[in-house]
């Protein structure tokens, strides 16, 4: 069983920047296929960026050329730069782990999220 836990949020104001990690803990054998997703107050959880175990990246357009995902396999651990942030970024963020690319979303491990606010 993998565990994922995020951290990183915070308030920010627009034009920012802000980097959220992602540390994934458990029985962890090789590279996971781990992303993002956000949920903004009265709206759907919104998928940004998957990285899968080969290292393939795909991107949600509303966050492409301003997000980037990355990781760092020997701390087990994905980050989410996220650069220009805008007051339409607030949300949870959410990152999930699945020790598979062909683990469906709903049965990857999710972590708890953490809040990003932009505002002036």
């Known amino acids: 069983q993998v565990q994922v836990v995020e951290s990183g949020g915070g308030l920010v104001q627009p034009g920012g920047s802000l980097r959220l990690s992602c540390a994934a803990s458990?029985?962890?054998?090789?590279?996971?296929?781990m992303g993002w997703y956000r949920q903004a107050p009265g709206k759907q959880r919104e998928f940004l960026a998957h990285i899968s175990t080969g290292g393939n990246i795909n991107y949600a357009d509303a966050v492409k050329g301003r997000f980037t995902i990355s990781r760092d396999d020997a701390k087990n651990t994905l980050y989410l730069q996220m650069n220009s942030l805008r007051p339409e970024d607030t949300a949870v963020y959410y990152c999930?782990?699945?020790?598979?690319?062909?683990?469906?979303?709903?049965?990857?491990?999710w972590g708890q999220g953490t809040q990003v606010t932009v505002s002036s």
């Open positions: 999930y782990g699945a020790t598979s690319d062909f683990v469906p979303r709903g049965l990857a491990s």
């Open positions: 458990g029985s962890i054998s090789g590279r996971l296929a």
